[in-house]
């Protein structure tokens, strides 16, 4: 019997101890953004996610706020749930549900290894024209995962470092970073978003959005992004962490 009770005490602690390095192992990130057009606040960007091992899942939503949800009232949500290979997010199962006034729809695509299976839209609707055969897509992620890879808490040699290939059920588009110099210490990156395949001609016109992004350190001696300002359609556009 003592021989069974120090079997049965190692085998508990052993159980704990994995429970221990289990809970450790998880990192949660949330962060809520003021998206500016010009000087007036025309939206709101959410995103919560939590890494455990290999695992990640995000969920995030964009809507429109201030002035501009009076005038036109928008709301995007989206989750996605993944594993990290060799430090590489590579996403499951995604999902956004659109809310834009007579658009109202759920579009959700899976993946196996690393390779869209195509985009399963409700209510049903015809693919867009033009819309990249998803066979073409592999290694790519989804939306959702690019801004959570670029934007969560990160060690500060992570930073300005990513380089991501999108895919969003139709259009393929590539988010790459660089290091900037911040001014007085601060650190800052450089990036661009670039329309690569599945756009329109008139779409293609303007392939290429630069950016920048600014850090601050948080008190866990990491960092996380502080301030993105970026060229869009609208104008001079900025995301300000609250």
Not at 120 to 136: K, N
């Amino acid at each position: 019997m003592p021989l069974l009770r120090r079997i049965i005490a190692v085998f508990a602690l052993s159980l704990l101890a994995s429970a221990s390095a289990a809970a450790a192992a998880e990192v949660r990130d949330t962060a809520v953004f003021d998206f500016y057009v010009r000087s007036f606040r025309a939206g709101i960007l959410v995103f919560n996610g939590v890494q455990s091992g290999n695992y990640y899942a995000v969920n995030g939503r964009f809507a429109t706020a201030g002035l501009l949800s009076l005038v036109k009232s928008m709301r995007y949500d989206a989750t996605v749930t993944g594993s990290i290979v060799d430090g590489v997010p590579r996403p499951d199962t995604y999902t956004l549900t659109v809310n834009a006034g007579h658009d109202q729809h759920t579009e959700t695509m899976s993946y196996t290894n690393g390779k869209p299976q195509g985009l399963v839209r409700s209510p049903a609707r015809a693919p867009d024209p033009g819309a990249l055969d998803p066979a073409s897509q592999g290694g790519t992620v989804d939306t959702l995962t690019a801004i959570y890879e670029t934007m969560r808490e990160m060690p500060e040699a992570e930073a300005c470092t990513a380089t991501i290939a999108m895919y969003d059920g139709t259009r393929h588009a590539s988010l790459r970073l660089w290091p900037a110099d911040g001014g007085g210490g601060t650190l800052a990156c450089n990036g661009e978003y670039r329309r690569v395949a599945g756009y329109s001609a008139k779409d293609m016109e303007h392939p290429a959005f630069p950016f920048r992004m600014t850090y601050a350190a948080t008190a866990d001696g990491m960092v996380q992004v502080d301030r993105v300002d970026m060229d869009s359609i609208y104008g001079t556009a900025s995301l300000k962490r609250r």
